[in-house]
């Protein structure tokens, strides 16, 4: 069976209820030095960029952890993918059909199961007899792959240095903050807040960037 990836439109994001990002970015010559050493294994050539606000690599470390986290407030959590809730019908039925491609261009199965002769429905019928066991494993499948990738980017958030974020959809919360009030991070030299319709950026020149919309 394919392993399958989750892409998240824009659609999903408006569709929580709650949904903050803070990044705090660090605007000390040490720091900036620090993060390009390690994003671009010893290039410094970034750090002589005019203003590091507008350089495609702050908009591509922001970007990065805004998708980490919406991606984890998609999961919501484990318990919540352990018991089926990142799981669509459309999903299963996806790879039920792809399960039924394989029966069907399986050579060893022809006549013996498949049989062009019969319908469509009839051999259908027959390849959920023939791979009850398989269809009946699609869903842990599903939910396995699913911790996976949950796992996954939560190991990511860890990667992030020097950065305070939150994120949260009014249940499930993901934050390395002290602090989870709006105002606390507002005392930072830089910080991206979208909460509901507001979307705050300092410094202003951020929207200036660019790439921007990536965000």
Same mark, same amino acid.
């Given at each position: 069976? #394919? ?5 998240? %439109?824009? %659609?999903? *994001?408006?569709?929580? *209820?709650?949904? =903050? *990002? ?14 390009? @050493? @390690? ?17 495609? #690599?702050?908009?591509?470390?922001? !970007?990065? $952890? @805004?998708?980490? $986290? ?26 039920? #059909? ?7 261009? &399986? ?11 019969? !319908? ?12 009850? #066991?398989?269809? @009946?494993? *699609? ?11 949950? /796992? ?26 002290? /602090?989870?009030?709006? &105002?606390?991070?507002?005392?930072? !030299?830089?910080?991206? =807040?979208?909460?509901? $319709? ?18």
């Amino acid at each position: 069976m #394919d392993i399958r990836s989750k892409n998240y %439109s824009h %659609s999903l *994001i408006t569709k929580v *209820i709650v949904f =903050i *990002i803070t990044i705090l970015c660090f605007t000390g010559l040490i720091t900036v030095f620090l993060d390009i @050493a @390690a994003f671009h294994q010893g290039d410094f050539d970034a750090a002589f960029e005019k203003d590091y606000y507008l350089s495609q #690599d702050y908009m591509q470390e922001s !970007s990065q $952890l @805004a998708e980490t $986290l919406t991606n984890l407030i998609e999961y919501k959590s484990e318990e919540n993918i352990l018991n089926g809730g990142t799981i669509t019908e459309e999903e299963v039925k996806k790879e039920k #059909d792809q399960l039924f491609f394989q029966f069907e261009h &399986d050579e060893n199965n022809y006549y013996k199961y498949y049989d062009p002769k019969l !319908s469509y429905q009839e051999n259908y019928q027959k390849f959920e007899e023939v791979y009850t #066991d398989k269809i @009946a494993q *699609i869903k842990d499948i599903l939910i396995a792959e699913d911790i996976k990738q949950y /796992n996954s980017f939560l190991r990511r958030l860890e990667e992030y240095k020097g950065v305070y974020y939150y994120a949260g959809d009014g249940e499930n919360v993901f934050t390395n903050s002290p /602090n989870e009030d709006k &105002d606390y991070f507002k005392l930072y !030299s830089s910080y991206l =807040i979208f909460d509901k $319709l507001e979307e705050t950026v300092y410094p202003k020149k951020v929207r200036e960037n660019s790439h921007y919309y990536w965000l």
